[in-house]
């Protein structure tokens, strides 16, 4: 996502040990890491660059800035959604109209305190 300050991002593998070199890659721009556990390394992404020809990048965590162990999935920037109307439909349905949208099953609305599908 575009962000000012970042996203947090959550790898999780296994055997990761702590590492005051651990970094997390995101295509050729490392920013620092910081070990959670043996499973689990956390970093931020770094600033989306408009510039940036793609939108999806690599993400790798390395230790002493050669040694690579790159994730199975890649990072992607999307535009923040925005939401330009709601609308109750029959029952307890709703409709979120707007733009930026993105096909994903992972989609949720926070009604109150409630999360929902």
Not at 61 to 85: A, C, M, N, T
């Amino acid at each position: 996502y575009k962000s000012m300050d970042g996203t947090s991002v959550f790898i999780h593998g296994r055997n990761f040990w702590n590492s005051t070199d651990l970094k997390c890659t995101f295509g050729s721009t490392s920013v620092p890491a910081m070990f959670l556990s043996p499973k689990i390394v956390s970093c931020k992404s770094p600033l989306y660059n408009s510039t940036r020809t793609a939108e999806s990048l690599a993400v790798s965590v390395s230790y002493y800035g050669d040694d690579y162990v790159r994730s199975w999935k890649d990072f992607h920037y999307f535009d923040l959604p925005q939401i330009e109307s709601i609308e109750p439909v029959l029952g307890f349905s709703i409709v979120v109209m707007g733009r930026g949208f993105h096909n994903t099953l992972q989609i949720k609305c926070k009604l109150g305190q409630a999360l929902v599908q």
